[in-house]
């Protein structure tokens, strides 16, 4: 009913930067909350940024002050700036989004298939 796909990783040096693309498409009636999660290997899946319909924002404490999230609710898609990336920032990112469909009328939980993130020289 709902797909959300990520696009942006990739390979990149210590110090640079990447942005996270989240498309959601299928019989959306409207999307609350939208968030972006990290899984590196060995780990348990994390938050990184969430951001609500009207743009309450929330951090992980480990990429304040080097993370945007934003959204454009017309293109029902969210974005993760991700700027000054460290080796630790190296996973895969995941998409989250909480959705009402025109089927069901009711909040589901849809997760991205996810985009690999490498920060490494």
């Known amino acids: 009913q709902v797909q959300l796909v990520e696009s942006g990783g990739g390979l990149v040096q210590p110090g640079g930067s990447l942005r996270l693309s989240c498309a959601a498409s299928g019989s959306i009636f409207v999307i609350g909350a939208m968030g972006w999660y990290r899984q590196a290997p060995g780990k348990e899946r994390e938050l990184v940024a969430a951001?609500?319909?009207?743009?309450?924002?929330d951090y992980a404490d480990s990429v304040k002050g080097r993370f945007t999230v934003s959204r454009d609710n017309a293109k029902n898609t969210a974005y993760l700036q991700m700027n000054s990336l460290k080796p630790e920032d190296t996973a895969v990112y995941y998409c989250?989004?909480?959705?009402?469909?025109?089927?069901?009328?009711?909040?589901?939980?849809?997760w991205g298939k996810g985009t690999l993130v490498t920060v490494s020289s």
């Open positions: 951001i609500t319909r009207g743009g309450s924002i």
């Open positions: 989250n989004a909480q959705v009402v469909t025109r089927l069901s009328m009711v909040t589901e939980n849809y």
